[in-house]
């Protein structure tokens, strides 16, 4: 079975561009989840998405948002983007919701902003 | 508030040696806690979970000992090898949310 896939693994941008990553979750798994990775703050929880609607949402500004399509996939894009944005974003998934699932990640998309 | 924080930044061992990873948190609510170890490179992958109503859990060549009464849990790594060299995170999954620890480095010398 394949793994978590993120699209793309690289990516650089300027400043005050946006951003659209993309996230396929293992076959089966219904709910996604995303992870910004910095140095200075470790990982961090953006949202969780199940069931094409948002369940859990991390203490990130507006310009932070995501969604899900019908087929589990996910989508996070980043509006406005600042030199703090970035970061390795990391996508889990899991077969449901809630903390009874083990959550398998995909190996991140590299944001580099200039 | 929310916190799940590790000891040491960075811990090497000889390889064959055991390693323990500590970490603690604040939440006394807390109830499910996971290992997770991350290669450069990749994301981050699951080693052992345990839940509040256990004290120890065993895996191959892993085990987690949770002290509820201090907020205090480990990773302990039998016969560390070269391969084990990477970051370690302990994370609380509260609901679906991760809330992670910073990490510590574990560096083998062979």
């Known amino acids: 079975k394949a793994g978590v896939t993120q699209t793309p693994r690289y990516l650089i941008k300027t400043r005050g561009q946006q951003v659209t990553l993309s996230c396929s979750p293992i076959?089966?798994?219904?709910?996604v989840s995303w992870y910004q990775q910095t140095p200075g703050q470790g990982l961090q929880f953006l949202f969780e998405?199940?069931?094409?609607?948002?369940?859990n949402k991390g203490n990130f500004p507006g310009r932070f948002s995501g969604r899900q399509f019908s087929n589990s996939r996910s989508e996070m894009n980043v509006s406005t983007l600042e030199l703090g944005d970035s970061a390795l974003y990391l996508c889990?998934?899991?077969?449901?919701?809630?903390?009874?699932?083990?959550?398998?990640f995909g190996p991140g998309t590299r944001l580099t902003v200039t | 508030g929310e916190s799940v924080g590790l000891h040491l930044p960075t811990l090497s061992v000889q390889e064959g040696d055991n390693s323990i990873i500590n970490c603690a948190y604040s939440?006394?609510?807390?109830?499910?806690f996971i290992w997770y170890k991350q290669e450069s490179g990749k994301g981050p992958q699951f080693i052992i979970d345990?839940?509040?109503?256990?004290d120890k859990r065993q895996g191959q060549r892993v085990t987690v000992l949770l002290n509820k009464t201090v907020k205090h849990l480990s990773l302990q790594i039998a016969a560390t090898q070269p391969g084990d060299s990477a970051v370690y995170f302990c994370?609380?999954?509260?609901?679906?949310?991760?809330?992670f620890g910073q990490g510590t480095e574990l560096s083998v010398k062979p």
């Open positions: 994370a609380e999954n509260r609901g679906g949310k991760l809330i």
């Open positions: 345990i839940r509040s109503n256990m």
């Open positions: 076959s089966g798994h219904r709910s």
């Open positions: 939440n006394s609510a807390s109830d499910y």
């Open positions: 998405y199940f069931s094409e609607t948002q369940r």
């Open positions: 889990a998934s899991s077969l449901g919701h809630g903390s009874s699932y083990e959550q398998y």
